[in-house]
């Protein structure tokens, strides 16, 4: 059943069955009506960006299928390189800032979040990134209630923690961690006062009621994810799903549509696998609804749209346009 024309409520009780209804709506009339209640909530001119650095890299013992961090992939060509150094850390951070960055996200491959001197290290990044006038993010695994109180403290923005995809498929890309003990970090960091970004990845094999369950999930949260990251699938050789075909950029328009009317208020962003897009394909997910990227020649270990391709695409939509508080042209 496609629910009624009240396009823009915020909702927290969809059903599976409600969303797949809109996500197979015909794709004009699905973009048409996301597009309408993104222009509601959002300046449909403004592109939020963020910049996405991997400061501890390889040796996650989670089996994520989709990750070349796992230590569970053998064969993948990675290298496995220890925490950064805090002043490494900002100098990056500083440097995306100039290049128009407002966020700046620092990903380490950690099961959990231990105490010691790499946390004390992670909260004086954070500190930094802070006191650049850069919003912060980060993604540690899971996370105790002191710790997200520290990092609070600390002034952290938003802490990502993906869900990755529905709770009925995610036996089947990950088994070390319980889907239940994702939703129990996100509520720990809720608790603490913290932004959540919290999405998921499509086009590892799941079918649209898994898609749909995500989102549900995500909606069913008070309230929804201020940031939900709609990552699409970047195969990386030796990983469980390296021969998956690369997904139809119609499809990730598809879910950036849906995510819009499902969660009308959240920042929607365009975040692995843009670099496999074409530039019409970005501009109709910005239509149907995204509005923030991440800038850089990679998102943790993989490829991402270069600065050179995002002034362009930027160019393209309009000089005028704006890229936080700035100009997406300049």
């Not at 222009?39 to 996405?52: E, G, Q, T, V, Y």
């Not at 990755?164 to 961690?177: M, N, Q, S």
């Not at 499809?251 to 074409?278: E, I």
């Not at 939509?317 to 042209?329: H, Q």
């Amino acid at each position: 059943m496609i629910p009624a024309h009240d396009d823009g409520a915020v909702r927290h009780d969809w059903t599976v069955e409600e969303i797949e209804a809109l996500h197979d709506l015909p794709l004009l009339e699905l973009v048409g009506r996301a597009n309408a209640v993104h222009r509601r909530h959002h300046d449909p001119n403004r592109i939020h960006k963020a910049s996405l650095l991997s400061v501890k890299t390889g040796g996650c013992p989670e089996d994520c299928a989709y990750c070349p961090q796992s230590a569970h992939h053998r064969g993948v060509d990675l290298a496995r390189d220890r925490l950064m150094d805090p002043p490494s850390v900002l100098a990056m951070a500083a440097r995306a800032k100039a290049a128009g960055a407002e966020r700046f996200c620092m990903g380490a491959a950690w099961r959990q979040v231990r105490d010691g001197a790499e946390f004390d290290a992670v909260v004086a990044m954070v500190e930094g990134v802070r006191a650049l006038g850069m919003e912060a993010c980060v993604t540690l695994g899971m996370l105790k209630a002191h710790q997200a109180a520290r990092l609070a403290q600390a002034g952290l923005t938003a802490y990502n923690h993906n869900l990755d995809t529905g709770p009925d498929f995610y036996g089947r890309i990950v088994t070390t961690r319980r889907y239940q003990d994702r939703l129990d970090t996100l509520a720990t960091v809720r608790e603490a006062g913290i932004g959540l970004c919290c999405g998921g990845i499509v086009g590892m094999g799941e079918a649209v009621a898994d898609r749909a369950g995500l989102l549900r999930v995500l909606a069913s949260m008070a309230p929804h994810p201020e940031s939900v990251p709609i990552n699409a699938l970047v195969p990386v050789e030796s990983t469980p799903l390296a021969d998956r075909p690369r997904l139809d950029p119609l499809d990730l328009v598809r879910m950036v549509a849906t995510a819009r009317l499902v969660l009308p208020g959240s920042v929607l962003r365009l975040s692995a696998g843009r670099a496999q897009l074409g530039r019409e394909a970005q501009i109709l997910c910005f239509l149907a609804g995204a509005n923030s990227v991440f800038s850089g020649d990679t998102l943790l270990t993989t490829p991402n749209a270069g600065h050179d391709d995002d002034a362009a695409l930027f160019a393209a939509l309009a000089p005028r346009m704006r890229a936080g508080t700035g100009d997406v042209a300049s």
